[in-house]
């Protein structure tokens, strides 16, 4: 039962996350800097934007395997292929046909899909499932360096915002606030999802 909790728990912090990520690239204000990468790979080079968060995120495993000084963990595959198949669900299927026009309803969208991006990656932590390869680039720099969730996670954008200007992804005003508002409102929400998260797993023991 705490199994099938966890992995629950786990699907449903992806499902936010990825919507999160499918309307600041809906917002057309520039998007995260991760999200402005793939964007600009898929303009770029071909193939969807999911496909690229999978491709990227098999080169950051053996990036962290590097920072940490542990095996790749390659069970973080499944996590990309969840997380591709989900954002491109959202990009392609459901928003297919969003145009968002006028600065207030594209500043509304994307203030959503921020706060989204977060509370989903906050929840989706919590069962200490593999992660993200771009997460757990956060996670380890946190460890390699001592840094806290947020310091880490700005790093970690900063770093991605480069190799998006490289490939012509969606940068905009949008990307800077992403940039530097992500880590806080991580650091904001975590505590109360792992709050409830340990709540609700101990009642489902």
Do not use: H
């Amino acid at each position: 039962m705490a199994f099938v909790f966890r992995t629950l728990f786990y699907i449903i912090g992806l499902s936010i996350l990825s919507f999160g990520v499918s309307m600041t690239i809906k917002a057309g204000l520039g998007t995260g800097a991760w999200d402005a990468l793939n964007v600009g790979l898929s303009k770029t080079v071909g193939l969807t934007p999911g496909s690229w968060v999978v491709i990227v995120g098999i080169v950051m495993i053996f990036v962290n395997a590097a920072l940490v000084k542990r095996r790749p963990d390659v069970a973080a595959i499944i996590t990309l292929l969840i997380t591709g198949v989900l954002i491109d669900f959202w990009l392609l299927r459901v928003f297919d046909d969003l145009v968002v026009t006028g600065y207030a309803k594209q500043f509304a969208v994307f203030i959503l899909g921020m706060v989204a991006l977060s509370f989903g990656l906050a929840v989706y932590l919590q069962p200490k499932f593999p992660l993200i390869p771009i997460d757990n680039f956060m996670m380890a720099l946190r460890e390699r360096f001592g840094l806290n969730l947020m310091v880490a996670k700005t790093l970690g954008e900063v770093f991605a915002l480069s190799a998006a200007f490289i490939f012509k992804g969606p940068i905009g005003i949008g990307t800077l606030i992403v940039t530097f508002a992500i880590g806080p409102l991580i650091q904001l929400f975590y505590p109360y999802c792992e709050k409830l998260y340990n709540k609700l797993l101990t009642s489902a023991r």
